[in-house]
């Protein structure tokens, strides 16, 4: 399949929509369940976002000097995986702070992958006059997932804490075993 077809688009949404949506907004609107059901002080809770941001910044580093020895899809793949693998990791609650801190850092390492990637990844393969569509689908994942982040994560956390967070990491799973 040409990478010009709509599903490709769509794996593109769902990079940002994994990258930047889920690992940051979603966090963010979990974060008072978090530290009201004693997961973490406020404190605790504001460094695992200071980590998850700490990954943003370092991935684009990375990514600069892994390219030129692994493929983008490669890349792209790993920042799924690492999204994935980072919520569902946060859904054991009696782990140490490091761990959450470990976690959430390869989340935002993971997002950064995601977000620098797949727009450059799929926009030369797309006709000039749909670029700037394409370009607002694949980014309008982040705001989708904002959008959504406010409206679902509380109602997980109703259910429970650990809930949201496997909630999280299986939509990431399922995000990242596109065939496009």
């Not at 620098?116 to 394409?134: D, E, F, K, S």
């Not at 994942?141 to 406010?150: E, P, R, V």
Request: hydrophobic fraction near 55%; glycine fraction near 10%; charge should be positive.
């Amino acid at each position: 399949m040409a990478l010009n077809k709509p599903g490709f688009w769509l794996a593109g949404l769902a990079a940002t929509f994994v990258g930047n949506g889920i690992g940051r907004f979603a966090y963010i609107t979990l974060m008072p369940a978090l530290i009201q059901a004693n997961w973490f002080s406020k404190e605790d809770a504001a460094q695992l976002g200071v980590a998850t941001l700490i990954g943003y910044l370092l991935g684009p580093i990375f990514i600069q000097r892994a390219i030129k020895r692994i493929s983008n899809t490669v890349l792209v793949r790993c920042g799924m995986i690492l999204c994935s693998l980072s919520y569902l990791a946060c859904s054991f609650p009696d782990m140490s702070f490091v761990w959450f801190y470990s976690w959430r850092f390869l989340a935002g390492f993971g997002g950064a992958i995601l977000m620098v990637l797949a727009a450059p990844m799929i926009l030369p393969h797309v006709p000039t006059n749909q670029r700037g569509r394409v370009a607002g689908v694949i980014f309008s994942g982040i705001g989708l997932d904002a959008a959504l982040a406010g409206l679902l994560i509380p109602l997980m956390v109703n259910i429970h804490i650990i809930f949201a967070w496997l909630a999280m990491g299986i939509t990431c799973a399922v995000l990242g075993t596109s065939k496009e």
